[in-house]
């Protein structure tokens, strides 16, 4: 069946650590993906998206994100925590026209 | 950038009330607009798809009658939890894509709780 996976539920880092969140997708194609963060009771941010081109792809907030293919795996990455980053982080992909699959979700927290 | 927004962001009411929310898109034409519920501590749920001047596309599982989509304008989509019941309470989400990019403009959503 296709999916997007994140296999981490949970995740605690220290301030100042590096992170990396993990997904990965079950699409044929190359599909659009998508990297979201949420705060309690808001909606959904984008970070960072990939469509084509270069598989390193850089977002807002110092968060950049990696595709390989071989992988079907998109991660997502910063390599320093701010205590601002604690939030639920989905992974999205589009696999074609328009309609989103979301992961389950990654909640990060940050300990100082 | 591109902004949607979503009205109202919290409602309470009584079970049996109907509930309408807002999806607007604010600075550019949203030829297809997207519907989703997230439970507490869960991703978001594909409810509906709908395009503007036609009758939404509904997911499997979701009940047309209950939750009524009207897409009546590029810029405005509307959701109506119609006789809302305590299990609809819910945090709901729209997001717009105008039809050349992906939808990656969403709401900060609606927080639903019916007593």
């Known amino acids: 069946a296709q999916s997007v996976t994140q296999p981490d539920i949970h995740i605690t880092v220290s301030e100042g650590a590096s992170l990396e969140l993990r997904c990965n997708y079950s699409?044929?194609?190359?599909?659009?993906l998508f990297w979201y963060v949420q705060s309690p009771g808001q909606g959904l941010q984008l970070l960072l998206k990939?469509?084509?081109?270069?598989?390193l792809v850089q977002g807002i907030k110092g968060f950049e994100a990696e595709f390989k293919r071989s992988q079907s795996s998109f991660n997502l990455r910063k390599p320093s925590v701010h205590w601002s980053d604690a939030a639920e982080y989905f992974c999205a992909v589009v696999p074609t026209g328009n309609q989103f699959y979301f992961g389950t979700g990654t909640s990060l927290t940050v300990i100082p | 950038g591109a902004v949607v927004s979503q009205h109202p962001s919290r409602v309470i009411c009584k079970s049996g009330t109907s509930v309408k929310i807002e999806c607007r898109s604010l600075d550019f034409q949203a030829t297809t607009m997207f519907w989703y519920r997230q439970f507490p501590k869960q991703s978001l749920m594909l409810m509906a798809t709908?395009?503007?001047?036609?009758?939404?596309?509904?997911e499997q599982g979701v009940e047309k009658d209950k939750f009524l989509i009207n897409h009546a304008s590029l810029t405005l989509s509307t959701l109506t939890v119609t006789s809302a019941h305590p299990e609809d309470s819910s945090f709901y989400i729209c997001s717009a894509s105008d039809g050349d990019q992906r939808p990656q403009h969403f709401g900060d959503g609606t927080r639903l709780s019916i007593l």
């Open positions: 990939y469509f084509s081109g270069d598989t």
């Open positions: 709908s395009n503007e001047g036609s009758k939404a596309t509904y």
């Open positions: 699409y044929g194609a190359t599909p659009y």
